[in-house]
C-alpha cells in the first residue's frame, strides 16, 4: 500500500518540506501524518479524505444522510463506534457502513457480525460526519425515552438521589436507572450537541419548564410535572457541588463533563421564586478553538483599523454590547494575534472562557477578596505588557485600568453599554474624570451577534416596503438587489438560520472628538461627531447590519432585532 505523504505529494501539491515537517512532529508528539498535516494547516479535510481514499480504494461520502435508521444503538455500545470511528447507515438511499479510519479491519468485521451486515459497503467519510451520525443516533432514542423518563419519575426524598450518582467520564456512556440522572443527561447532551449556550430550568405554577438558548434565541426542550422539579434541581446542584439544603439563597457552582469528544464547562446559577428555584447554566465548550478575528464579520476598513488599534503600545480598547454578544471572543481574537513570546499578557476574568496558550489568566474569586478590582490592582505589578479585564463594573476596576493604560500598558476591556458613544456617559456616570477617559481610551467597539441564514434552506425573496423603508432603503435604491432567507431545514432545526456573525460599530476617539468628552458626555452629540468625522466615518451598528442583509449574510428581521 503507498503511503499517504507520497499520494499527497504526488496528487495535492503538498511539498517535501511540509510533509517533512510534519514527520519530525509525528516523531515528537506522535499521531497520523494526515491529522499532523491537518494541524499544521498545509492540507484541508476533503484533501485528506480524497487522499486517503486513493489510498485505500474506498468510496468517499462527504455529507452522511440525516434520516437514517438507528436500528444498531441497543446493540452495539457508543464507546465502540466513537472509538474505531465508524457507524452503520440505514438510510432511503440506501445502507452502508462509513468509517473515518479505513484500517481497523477487524473491528468492522465484528461490527457487521454484530448488525448481522456481512458483506456491506463501506465507505468513507470524515471523523466530524461519523461524529455526528453516533451523536445523533444515540439521542434519537434518547429522545423516545424523554416522556417515560418523566413520568417514571415518582414522589421520593431528593436526599436519596445522593446514593445514586455515579459521575461517567462522558454522559452519552451513562446508562444509569434513576429517572431524574437520565432526564438531566438528555438535557445537557441535546444542549451540547445543538450547540446550546444556556439552560433554563424555570418552576411555574403547575409546570417546570426547561429551555435551550441555541444562537441568541430560546426555545422550549422539555415540560416536566410541577412534582419533578425538587428532584431534578437537586441533581444539578448534586453535580455542581452546591447546597442541596439551601433553597433561600442563590447559589453559584460549576460542572465539568465530557459529551463524545467536547469536554465542556457548565456555570451553575440558582435563584429563588415565588414558585420555587430556578436554575441557569451556562455551557461553554472548552474543547472548541478561538475564532480568527477576520472570520468574525468585521468590513475591511474596520478590520485594518482595528488591527492597528489593538497592536498600540499603551491606551484602552473597549467592547461594549449586552450579555451574550460575544465581547469575550472579539478580545480573545484580538490577543491571539498580538499573542507573542515577547509580550507579558495577563488576563482576569468571570469567568475564564477560553483557554489560550502564552497567557496568563486570572479567575476572579469574590468569596475571598479576588475582585476585578484587587486582580487588576496586583497585575500592574507583574510587569505585563498587555491586561484585559473581564468587565468594567465599578469605578475603582476603572481608574485602575485607565493608570495602567496612562503608565505604558495596552488595557483590553468590556462595558454593558447599548451603543459605542453611550460608553463615555458609562465611564463618566462611574465617577472617572472626563479629562482621564479622554487621554486613556483609544477606541469603543459595540457588537451584537445576528444570525445567519441557513445555507441548506436559503432562497431569494422581496421583502415588504414597510420593511425597506424601516431599513432607509427606497425601492429604487433597492432595485436589482437579491435579498435571502432561511425556509426552515432539519439542519438549522427548521428555524431558517445556522450560526451567528458579528455586527461591529467601531469608534475612534480622534483629537476633535477627546476634546468634545472634556466638554460634554452626551452620547448623542458625541455619537454624532463620530459619524461626521472625516478621519474615521463610524459605521453604525445598524447600518453594518444593513451591509450584511445585502451580502446575503443574514435578515433584515434579524438587524431590526438586535439594534
Known sequence: MRLLGEILQENFGISAESIEAALAVQREKGGRIGEVLLQLRKINDNDLLSARSLQCGMEVVHALPTDFEPFFVPQVPIGFLKKFKMVPIAAPTGSFIAM???????????????????????????????????????????????????????EQNPESILSEIEETSDLLDDTSDAPVIKLVNLVLSQAVRDSASDIHIESYKDRVKIRKRVDGILYDMYSPPRHVQGKLISRVKIMAKMDIAEKRLPQDGRIEIRIADKNVDLRVSTLPTSFGERVVMRLLDK???????TDLGFSERDLDHFLKLIKAPHGIVLVTGPTGSGKTTTLYSALGIINKPDINMITVEDPIEYQMQGVSQVQV????????????????????????????????????????????????????????????????????????????????????????????????????????????????EFAGQELYRGVGCPQCLETGYKGRIG??????????????????????????????????GMMTLRQDGLRKVLAGLTTLEEVFRVT
Open 100 to 154: 473515518a479510519e479505513p484500517f481497523h479491519y477487524q473491528q468492522l468485521d465484528d461490527l457487521q457480525r454484530r448488525i448481522e451486515w456481512e458483506g456491506i459497503k463501506t465507505v468513507l467519510t470524515s471523523q466530524n460526519e461519523v461524529f455526528v451520525a453516533i451523536h445523533s443516533a444515540y439521542d434519537m432514542t434518547r429522545k423516545e425515552v424523554a416522556d417515560q423518563v418523566m413520568q417514571d419519575m415518582d
Open 287 to 293: 474543547s472548541s478553538s478561538l475564532v480568527p478575528l
Open 503 to 536: 455586527i461591529y460599530e467601531l469608534m475612534s476617539l480622534t483629537a476633535e472628538m477627546k476634546n468634545l468628552i472634556l466638554t460634554t458626555s452626551d452620547a448623542g452629540q458625541i455619537k454624532r461627531e463620530a459619524l461626521a468625522s472625516r478621519e474615521t
Open 365 to 476: 474569586n469574590p468569596k475571598i477578596g479576588l475582585t476585578f478590582a484587587s486582580g487588576l490592582r496586583t497585575i500592574v505589578r507583574q510587569d505585563p505588557d498587555v491586561i484585559l479585564v473581564g468587565e468594567i463594573r465599578d469605578l475603582e476596576t476603572a481608574e485602575i485600568a485607565i493608570q495602567a493604560a496612562l503608565t505604558g500598558h495596552l488595557v483590553f476591556s468590556t462595558l454593558h453599554t447599548n451603543d459605542a458613544a453611550s460608553a463615555i456617559t458609562r465611564l463618566t456616570d462611574m465617577g472617572v474624570e472626563p479629562f482621564l477617559v479622554s487621554s486613556a481610551v483609544n477606541a469603543i467597539l459595540a457588537q451584537r451577534l445576528v444570525r445567519k441564514i441557513c445555507p441548506h434552506c436559503r432562497e431569494t425573496y422581496t421583502p415588504p416596503a414597510a420593511f425597506l423603508e424601516r431599513a432607509g432603503l427606497s425601492p429604487d
